[in-house]
């Protein structure tokens, strides 16, 4: 019974994720050029990022659990005015799996004395396949299942805009749609149902307030709007800051988990971090939740003006 209701889920899931076409991270804070190719530049040096998420460990069999590894690098240029990025994410979810490549490119306008405003264009190439050979295809009929077909691979570019304001460097808000072109990982394959990749609208807010002289509270938001599959999703969450050292944090998922974040700058350069995700889901009968890890690497040497702590 358990075998059963293990492919379903992961059946379902697999061709949800593969529709929605977007990556869940607990570490987004640190992530933002993710969500947002306007962000590319904005920490003021170059930065190297890397994230490992293990979601739904301990319950599913067969390696199915949806696993993710990313790494991005950004980097300001034309002194400060501009910033490019780069990206690379492998997401495998059940019998799919999923890389893409994107670039970001970025300019900053000073709006004000102590704001800027920033737009950003991304370039995304996506290729992926799902292996059916996998599947154990609870009725013969099932036309999620590909007659005839072990396997099949699919390919896909598309364009992303953002937005991102920062006011003295302790408040930001961005508004960003990374993907605009409507594309189908399934568009050469009849399959029922539309399996479109939907607008995803994110917008992320956040910001920095000293509590005492050696602690920070730095509280922020990420709320995503996809008008069809998945309509409404928010992130919320608050991290407290020890000696521009330790940062220890709670965030709350509409809908499917609470998580706790520690995270620790080990030198001016280097930061590592964990999250734990406890699922408050259905799901949670079969998981004992989802880890993530984060490596950070900042060339603090860029520029000597540049403080190693930036918060956004």
């Known amino acids: 019974m358990n075998k059963i209701i293990y492919t379903t889920a992961f059946l379902l899931f697999s061709l949800m994720a593969m529709a929605q076409n977007d990556v869940q991270y607990t570490h987004y804070l640190f992530n933002r050029l993710a969500y947002n190719p ?3 530049g904005s920490e003021g040096m170059p930065v190297i990022n890397a994230i490992y998420r293990n979601q739904w460990t301990g319950g599913f069999a067969d390696g199915k659990a949806p696993k993710t590894g990313t790494i991005n690098f950004h980097t300001p240029i034309q002194c400060g005015r501009g910033g490019v990025g780069l990206g690379f994410t492998s997401d495998k979810a059940g019998i799919f799996t999923s890389n893409r ?4 490119y970025a300019y900053k ?11 950003g264009l991304g370039l995304q190439y996506e290729f992926g396949n799902a292996d059916f050979a996998r599947t154990n295809p609870l009725d013969a009929g099932d036309n999620t299942i590909l007659n005839g077909n072990d396997e099949f691979s699919n390919n896909r570019f598309n364009v992303g805009a953002g937005l991102y ?3 003295n460097d ?6 960003s749609v990374p993907q605009l072109i409507n594309t189908s990982f399934f568009q050469n394959v009849d399959i029922s149902g539309d399996g479109n990749d939907f607008h995803t609208y994110y917008l992320m807010f956040g910001f920095a307030k000293d509590l005492t002289n050696n602690v920070k509270i730095v509280p922020g938001a990420l709320i995503s709007y996809n008008g069809k599959n998945v309509p409404f999703e928010f992130d919320v969450n608050a991290n407290l800051v020890f000696m521009e050292k330790l940062w220890v944090g709670l965030n709350y998922r509409l809908g499917d988990s609470i998580d706790g974040l520690i995270q620790y700058q080990l030198n001016d350069q280097l930061r590592a971090g964990f999250a734990y995700d406890f699922t408050t889901s259905d799901i949670r009968q079969y998981s004992n939740g989802s880890l993530e890890f984060l490596l950070s690497y900042a060339f603090t040497n860029y520029s000597n003006k540049i403080s190693n702590v930036r918060y956004f």
């Open 170 to 175: 302790n408040f930001y808000i961005g508004l």
């Open 109 to 119: 306008f000073q709006v004000s004395k102590s704001g800027t405003l920033s737009a």
């Open 38 to 40: 306007a962000y590319a």
């Open 165 to 167: 304001y920062t006011h």
């Open 101 to 104: 490549l994107n670039g970001a």
